[in-house]
């Protein structure tokens, strides 16, 4: 049984308020990453908000959404990886034209407690439970919440016709992902930023490529987007 569901929430969806609360209850209330002061209506969001794709998490029981996560398209505006950290490339305009940045990872405190889902923000390993959520829910996978809306990601970027990803994420998430077969590229030191970060860019293919499930997911998007007919598998690049 499919506990959650991932789906994009367009800009003009009444509940684009809710991810901007969910953030705001995860990046203010509950890590201190942001002032209160900066979002007196109790909501998370910000300029760079206008040129994302927003992402959702929903429980289907309740219909509750979960997590959040958005894709920052470039704009006039740059990238705001790297306005916040140090980056050691350039990386040319037409290559930027084709990168998204991942931001604003949020999953919700009770759902945080599953395997290891904490090191979205401190950089640590958990491996507890919560007693919140059903045996079978706890059985479901190790970080399934962030690794499907990592696969939502990969959809939206072929489907646009991206090739490639920034993100800026704790020591601890990126062991995570390393363990189901993503491979980030450091492009720079680490630094402190809504705790200690460091920056990641790289094509997409590449950094999923063992992770056969996560390359289709790519591949038969941007070929959908091309018009071109794919096998429903794709084998894992070499």
């Given amino acids: ?58 429980r289907r029981e309740t219909d509750t959404i979960i997590g959040t996560a958005r894709l920052i398209r470039c704009s006039a505006q740059g990238f705001p990886i790297e306005k916040n950290m140090q980056i050691d490339r350039l990386i040319p305009q037409e290559m930027r034209e084709l990168t998204c940045e991942i931001s604003r990872l949020a999953v919700s405190k009770d759902y ?16 507890g439970s919560s007693p919140r959520l059903t045996e079978d829910e706890r059985r479901s996978g190790e970080n399934d919440i962030v690794l499907g809306l990592i696969r939502k990601m ?7 016709g991206l090739i490639y990803w920034y993100v800026g994420m704790a020591r601890g998430l990126n062991i995570l992902l390393k363990r189901k077969g993503l491979h980030f590229e450091p492009v720079g030191p680490e630094v402190d930023y809504h705790g200690p970060r460091r920056p990641y860019f790289g094509r997409i293919d590449e950094i999923v490529k063992n992770n056969a499930e996560l390359l289709n997911v790519y591949q038969q998007a941007l070929a959908h987007r091309a018009g071109v007919e794919l096998p429903t598998k794709v084998p894992v690049a070499v």
């Fill in 1 to 58: 049984m499919d506990y959650f569901e991932f789906k994009e929430i367009k800009k003009s969806d009444p509940r684009i308020a809710e991810l901007f609360k969910l953030r705001y209850k995860v990046y203010v209330d509950e890590w201190g990453f942001e002032r209160a002061e900066d979002h007196p209506l109790g909501i998370e969001t910000d300029g760079f908000d206008l040129c994302a794709q927003h992402l959702a998490a929903i």
């Fill in 112 to 127: 945080r407690r599953r395997a290891g889902d904490n090191a979205l923000y401190d950089g640590k390993i958990f491996t």
């Fill in 154 to 160: 990969c959809e939206c970027s072929g489907r646009e």
